[in-house]
């Protein structure tokens, strides 16, 4: 660690490997020559200047003098580059002289140093303090640190820094005596001798040192000591660091963001306020989030992320204020960004003064007032394929090839209403300019339950078991062209159908528009559709006297308007009118008449979802004849005089151009019905009629549709579609594979199977 790094280790460099055999036994000095301790310690050291100084005193004072050998040859070591360190001689050549005992010392080094009894390392201190020689005095200090007597080194070398002898060296003694008594003093846990040390040493790199001890702690895993230790020497970074890692997450953050002035604790406190406003935001504990957002404030200006959190934790909390100023702060940043724009716009409906001005600094927020010109809150979305959406693969897809299939299962209390069906398909559809034309094959078989023994059916009751058809195979072939324009949209769609078993081929198809006049919406359609309540409506039968009838069509024309009271609420009415026509089957009508009041919540999860709709329906409809039986010159679909229905409808849409996108509908209502008697044998000369009950009770109709792009050309879509009732219930299930001439970023709503040409009612996309 850096902090470690500061420590000196001067003395550990210093040590030096110069052994000696030489006894001693006594304190005696040899005054025939002159004490070369100094300078065999300065040839230890390997300070060349230094030994040189010292060799020349000593000719200086003994001019007799005659160096020995060895001597001669240490100096000589140092000023050569190929001796890694001075040659100190094994056992020094006596003559006729006796070695002094600081002699032997410098001679021998540190490990005859750490040999020496203690007895006799103290009665040399205490010749040097009475001789006063200071390199007796260096000599020493050295010894006793290599013995870990600080406390007595610590004696000569201040003995030394007094006389101001070699002050270098003397501070270097100094030093590491005093952190010598660091390292005892943190080995005991003494911090009462360490705060001692620090009034009486103020200079010295005690602190450090502590927490040199400390970080070893730290490397060793040793989290407790070391936090110990960084908090009696105020280290709050690593303080955090150790409390993160005994896992005191809260007083990690809480320590650092009391001290955001000590470097890197404002970014560590910051990034956990970060953390937290986001997960307080996932939890919906908005306020939270928010208050988390002003403490980030407080001490350094929000980044986007965190300016996003905030921004939408305001609007989910309806505070419309903060919000606009928020995400106004974030389209400043990001001038592209498509949610800042929209969100902008729904906050400031009531403000056009702010919203234009926006307008005029921002496009995007332009183009969205644009766009919303041509969107309404109610039970459909539009909007210009080509124009809509800022992406150029919108209007890059020319060209996508798609299959597809169909299961539908329907229960009924009559057996040939009790049905299952499969439809298969493959397709193309192709783009150019403002036209899209598209083409598909299909193949569809169904079969139904077979009626029972008595039941009416034909020209009269089944006396024996039923062995005609209960279903059949069909091929068909389908295509449409449309034409979309800013303000309308045009679809022409036709399929025909030819069943197996010398049925009857049908022609269906529609001529359908719509019209967008600012807050109002026109649509218009005249359709031929089947009637599919059951397999003597959809296709036809035979009697047992082979005789054909039933596939029956609805020949008609229905109209919807739609008007934005404001910019989330809408009332939307449809009328509908058809002729019903079948082989063999009386003719009949039919009208419909619905009404919708629509409430967009734009307010719910808007980083989510396009929208969330709801509000109450009303819907009537009636038939001029009952013809629900399975008799020759009825059709067998239900046709009751009066069908109402009265509950409440919620829709929602996920995101526009995202790689997956979601949509769900579900009616929840009360139905009455009251159907009219039934007249079974119509060519009989005793007609004879049959009363159906009247029902009522809870209706359920559930829609869930999803789309995945799951690669740039391909695209998975599905659609699932339950209606209930006590006496009926239908369940269609549809999965279609697409895919595309060129490579697409993201989805819309335009692909949902329930908005294809085949399938809707208007051209809304």
Request: charged share 20%; aromatic share 10%.
């Given at each position: 660690?850096?902090?470690?790094q ?11 490997d ?33 030994a ?6 000593l000719k ?5 003098w005659?160096?020995d ?9 140092l ?11 094994q056992?020094?050549?006596?003559t ?10 410098s ?7 750490r040999?020496?009894?203690l ?6 201190s ?38 101001k ?17 660091v390292?005892?003093a ?14 009486k ?9 502590i ?47 009391q ?6 604790l ?25 208050d ?8 350094q ?15 989910h ?5 903060q919000?606009?100023?928020a ?16 969100i ?41 394929r ?14 996508f ?8 299962s ?5 057996p ?75 679809l ?6 030819r ?16 019209r967008?006049?600012?807050n ?12 599919k ?6 296709h ?11 596939s029956?069509?609805a020949?008609g024309i ?23 026509r ?21 307010n719910?999860y808007?980083?989510?979802l ?11 409809t009636?038939y ?6 399975f ?17 409440g ?30 007249t ?30 799951f690669?740039?050309?391909w ?18 299930i ?12 993201g989805?819309t709503?335009?692909g ?9 009612d208007?051209?809304?996309?």
């Amino acid at each position: 660690m850096a902090i470690a790094q500061t420590v000196d280790t001067q003395y550990d460099e210093q040590q030096v490997d110069v052994q000696s055999k030489a006894k001693s036994d006594s304190l005696e000095l040899a005054a025939e020559s002159p004490d070369t301790f100094a300078l065999w310690y300065h040839i230890q050291q390997k300070d060349l200047v230094l030994a040189q100084q010292e060799f020349a005193r000593l000719k200086k004072r003994h001019p007799r003098w005659q160096p020995d050998k060895d001597l001669l040859n240490a100096i000589s070591g140092l000023t050569t580059a190929k001796m890694s360190r001075p040659k100190v001689p094994q056992r020094p050549i006596v003559t006729q002289k006796v070695l002094s005992v600081f002699e032997r010392m410098s001679r021998g080094g540190e490990t005859h140093w750490r040999s020496m009894p203690l007895k006799q390392l103290q009665q040399a201190s205490e010749r040097a303090f009475q001789e006063k020689d200071l390199a007796h005095h260096a000599l020493l200090g050295w010894a006793f640190i290599s013995r870990e007597l600080y406390t007595q080194s610590l004696r000569h070398f201040t003995y030394l820094r007094e006389h101001k002898e070699d002050e270098k060296s003397t501070s270097d003694g100094i030093r590491q005596a005093i952190l010598g008594l660091v390292t005892q003093a943190v080995s005991r846990g003494d911090k009462h001798a360490l705060v001692e040390l620090m009034a009486k040493y103020p200079q010295q790199p005690i602190i450090e040192h502590i927490e040199f001890h400390a970080w070893q702690d730290y490397q060793h895993k040793k989290y407790e000591p070391a936090l110990e230790w960084f908090t009696f020497t105020d280290n709050y970074f690593s303080q955090v660091l150790s409390l993160k890692q005994l896992g005191q997450e809260d007083e990690a953050v809480a320590l650092a963001c009391q001290h955001v002035l000590v470097a890197n604790l404002l970014t560590y406190c910051v990034n956990a306020y970060s953390e937290k406003q986001l997960t307080l935001f996932k939890q919906e504990a908005y306020q939270a989030s928010i208050d988390i957002a002003e403490k980030i404030r407080s001490l350094q200006p929000l980044k986007t992320a965190q300016l996003e959190i905030f921004a939408w934790s305001h609007f989910h909390l309806g505070h419309a204020q903060q919000s606009v100023q928020a995400f106004s702060d974030l389209i400043q940043q990001q001038p592209d960004n498509q949610n800042y724009a929209t969100i902008l716009v729904i906050l400031l409906k009531d403000d056009q003064q702010t919203l234009a001005e926006l307008a005029s600094a921002y496009p995007l927020i332009a183009q969205e007032l644009s766009n919303q010109q041509q969107t309404l809150a109610w039970n459909r979305k539009q909007f210009n394929r080509f124009s809509r959406l800022d992406n150029a693969h919108v209007q890059d897809q020319h060209f996508f090839l798609e299959a597809g299939i169909h299961w539908r299962s329907q229960g009924a209390n009559d057996p040939l209403s009790d049905f299952d069906g499969q439809r298969y398909f493959l397709g193309l559809a192709h783009d150019w300019q403002q036209y899209r034309f598209g083409v598909r094959l299909n193949y569809q078989k169904t079969h139904s339950n077979s009626p029972n023994v008595g039941d009416a059916f034909g020209l009269g009751l089944l006396n024996n078991a039923y062995s005609g058809l209960t279903g059949t195979n069909e091929l068909g072939i389908s295509g449409f062209l449309k034409r979309q324009n800013t303000d309308s949209n045009l679809l022409a769609e036709v399929s025909y159908w030819r069943p197996q078993h010398s049925l009857r081929s049908v022609l269906t198809g529609k001529v359908s528009g719509v019209r967008f006049l600012g807050n109002t919406t026109l649509a218009m359609a005249i359709f031929r559709e089947r009637l599919k309540d059951s397999t003597l409506s959809l296709h036809g039968l035979f009697t047992d006297e082979l005789v054909r009838w039933g596939s029956v069509t609805a020949n008609g024309i229905k109209g919807l308007v739609a008007y934005a009271v404001s910019p989330q609420w809408s009332v939307s009415a449809e009328l509908a009118g058809a002729a019903l026509r079948g082989e063999s089957v009386r003719n009949n009508h039919k009208w419909n008449a619905s009404l919708a009041l629509t409430r967009n919540l734009n307010n719910i999860y808007p980083e989510n979802l396009d929208y969330l709709r709801v509000g109450p329906y009303l819907s009537w409809t009636h038939y001029k004849k009952n013809l629900n039986a399975f008799t020759v010159g009825n059709g067998g679909y239900f046709s009751s005089d009066l069908l109402t229905s009265f509950g409440g409808r919620a829709e929602v849409l996920t995101l526009e151009d995202k790689t997956w996108q979601l949509k769900g509908k579900l009616d929840l209502g009360y139905v009455i019905s009251k159907p009219k008697d039934i007249t079974v044998f119509l060519h009989d000369e005793d007609e004879q009629s049959l009363t159906q009950q009247d029902e009522q009770g809870l209706g359920l109709g559930l829609e869930l549709e999803g789309q995945w792009l799951f690669h740039p050309k391909w695209e998975l879509v599905g659609q699932i579609k339950h209606n209930y009732s006590d006496t009926y219930s239908e369940l269609n299930i549809g999965l279609h594979i697409r895919w595309n001439y060129s490579a697409r970023s993201g989805e819309t709503s335009d692909g949902f199977i329930s908005s294809s040409p085949y399938q809707a009612d208007y051209p809304w996309y």
